[in-house]
């Protein structure tokens, strides 16, 4: 109200404020409403969420990052959290649970000091300082891996490491027979160290976007291969063509070998035969003369993002040049780093330099279908993973878990660093962060100890997924790593506590750890910072379509086409 009475309006009409403390509560009660619901998904004994979508479709999953991409969240603090979830997925591809149920244990800790009247500010400084020392002590527990992939003695040395590491990011999630495990990860390790590069800051960088996962029906999930270049789900596109061209000289083409159509359509007038042929021949003469400059640049593969006129495929085959037609653009791309070549636009501008090059383009039977293979590039850092299976579900189940694997092989190679699974690393940061708390000084001392209380939840949750008494383990791993036995952590398989995880071939890797850490931390303080949330009133349906429509007519969407 303005001093005359009058109210003052800021907001649009229907527009809801809450602040303050009301604010804050609201915020930190939709997180942790979120994190409860991931809560019981944690860990290999994790429960399933069956989720559906508002196409009815489907899905069953305990994996926490697909959890909250399909969960359609709609308070802004929960939505908050869902980008964080998103976040460690990008990043290391695993955490995603650990990192929303953290982040859930640190709000519902500080809801108890707000209850204490402890300002948002100290819990948020409290928060902060506690993070940065637990991801130290996190370092100071964590035990070197020793890798080495510059020589193939060193990459048989350092196998075994690997082969333990991809084995614990598989053994919880992926139910297969043990001989499809085994090869998988034999698989992920080939295709791994191949790509590896040393960092000058130490340990190696794996680029995922060079691990390419090529999926096809048929045959069995032991025949998945590890092919080195890349791999196109095409066929040669004419019959007169070789099938094999070594020593290839690739033109990358993201231009049709074809006459475009104008937009308007023309009318032509044509009175005799004649008219005819001279109009079909001016198209076969600019066909000719694409191919021709293809050929006077030395190519003797095309690899063409665009369609490929029959006329043109015709010229080609003459020339004795393969050619594949309709590739993916995020192939082209991959075939653009791997054979050092260029994608070029326009067939006019394409010159020598700009070809790549493979020892060997050959189009080979794959089942029932055929498939063109570029190996022996010229970056030999570019490979296929060619996953067979008998149908998409046993297809897809497997690009998943292959990529978990390599996520996990990539984290340890880019930081060579593990933990000890099973809610060790966790009870030992807690209980070195109680002791730290010691030389905190004010209420940030209790911030601090909330924090180690919170982190300490992931163990407790650990422990209830394997029904035991969440309180008993909870004491009894306390006492196990006060006792200088950092390797103590829980089975969950089985129920009990274990003396070492290692021996489970439960590890981590630290990278993971840090993460987890980091997000939740980020999370949770944003929500805690917030004091005032002002939220615009929902759209009713036919608002919501008009103002679909409106947008869509700007963006020239709903014109009719032209042919
Ligand atoms: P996230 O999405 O956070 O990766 P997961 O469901 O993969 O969630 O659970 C990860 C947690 O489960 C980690 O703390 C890990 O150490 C623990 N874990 C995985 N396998 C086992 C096991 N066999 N025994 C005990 N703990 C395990
Ligand atoms: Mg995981």
């Known amino acids: 109200m303005s001093t005359y009475g009058i109210p003052v309006l800021i907001l649009k009409e229907g527009a809801s404020r809450t602040y303050g403390r009301e604010a804050l509560r609201n915020n930190i009660m939709a997180a942790k409403a979120l994190a409860e619901v991931l809560m019981s998904s944690l860990g290999p004994k994790g429960l399933d969420k069956m989720l559906v979508d508002s196409f009815g479709d489907i899905t069953v999953t305990n994996d926490g990052a697909t959890i909250v991409k399909e969960m359609e969240v709609q308070h802004p603090a929960a939505k908050l959290l869902v980008e964080t979830a998103k976040a460690v997925d990008a990043e290391v591809g695993d955490g995603t649970t650990s990192a929303v149920v953290l982040a859930g244990a640190l709000l519902s800790k500080a809801e108890a000091l707000l209850d204490q009247n402890i300002h948002p500010t100290i819990i948020i400084e409290g928060f902060k300082k506690a993070a940065e020392k637990a991801s130290e002590i996190l370092e100071e527990v964590a035990d070197s891996v020793s890798v080495d992939l510059e020589t193939p003695e060193g990459i048989e040395k350092t196998r075994p490491i690997l082969k333990e590491l991809a084995y614990a990011a598989l053994a919880s999630k992926y139910i297969a027979s043990p001989d499809v495990v085994e090869h998988f990860i034999n698989v992920v390790i080939d295709a791994v160290t191949t790509v590896a590069e040393k960092r000058p800051e130490g340990g190696y960088l794996v680029r995922s976007d060079n691990i390419k996962i090529e999926k096809k029906k048929g045959s069995s999930l032991s025949e998945t291969r590890l092919i080195k270049g890349i791999v196109l789900d095409k066929e040669v596109v004419h019959p007169g063509m070789p099938r094999r061209v070594e020593k290839a000289k690739i033109a990358l083409l ?19 035969p004649d008219q005819i042929k001279k109009f079909l021949d001016e ?9 021709d400059k293809i050929v006077a640049v030395g190519a003797n593969v095309v690899i063409c993002q665009k369609g490929i006129d029959d006329v043109a495929q015709h010229f080609l085959a003459k020339k004795g040049i393969l050619a594949v037609r309709r590739v993916k653009r995020s192939d082209m791309e991959k075939l653009e780093r791997a054979t050092g070549g260029r994608i070029v636009t326009s067939v006019r501008d394409l010159s020598e330099n700009d070809l790549g090059y493979a020892e060997l383009v050959e189009e080979r039977r794959v089942g029932n279908d055929k498939m063109v293979f570029v190996e022996g590039c010229r970056n030999p850092k570019a ?3 060619l996953v067979r299976g008998a149908n998409d579900m046993l297809l897809d189940d497997a690009e998943r878990s292959l990529n978990d694997a390599i996520n996990a092989l990539r984290n340890v190679l880019r930081e060579p660093k593990v933990l000890p699974g099973g809610g060790a690393p966790e009870i ?3 209980m070195r962060l109680r002791k730290w708390a010691e030389t ?3 209420k940030e001392q ?3 100890l909330a924090f180690a209380d919170a982190v300490e939840e992931i163990a407790v949750i650990l422990a209830k997924s394997a029904g035991m008494d969440p309180l008993e383990t909870l004491m009894e791993l306390r006492k196990a790593h006060a006792s200088g036995n950092k390797y103590a952590g829980i089975n969950v398989i089985e129920g009990k506590i274990t003396e070492d995880m290692r021996k489970l071939r439960v590890v981590d890797p630290l990278s993971v750890k840090k993460q987890v850490i980091k997000a939740a931390t980020e999370a949770a303080t944003a929500i805690l910072k917030v004091d005032d949330l002002i939220a615009a009133s929902p759209l009713k349906k036919e608002e919501k379509e008009k103002k ?11 014109k009719p086409e032209l042919d």
């Open 428 to 430: 030992e940061v807690a």
């Open 254 to 272: 993201d231009a049709p070998l074809e006459i475009e159509k104008p937009d308007i359509t023309a009318k032509i007038n044509i009175t005799s």
């Open 383 to 385: 490979v296929t993973i």
């Open 548 to 558: 679909g429509k409106e947008e869509e007519e700007e963006k020239g969407l709903s």
């Open 283 to 291: 198209e076969t003469r600019l066909l000719k003369e694409m191919v």
């Open 440 to 442: 905190v000084s004010g």
């Open 446 to 448: 209790l911030a601090v």
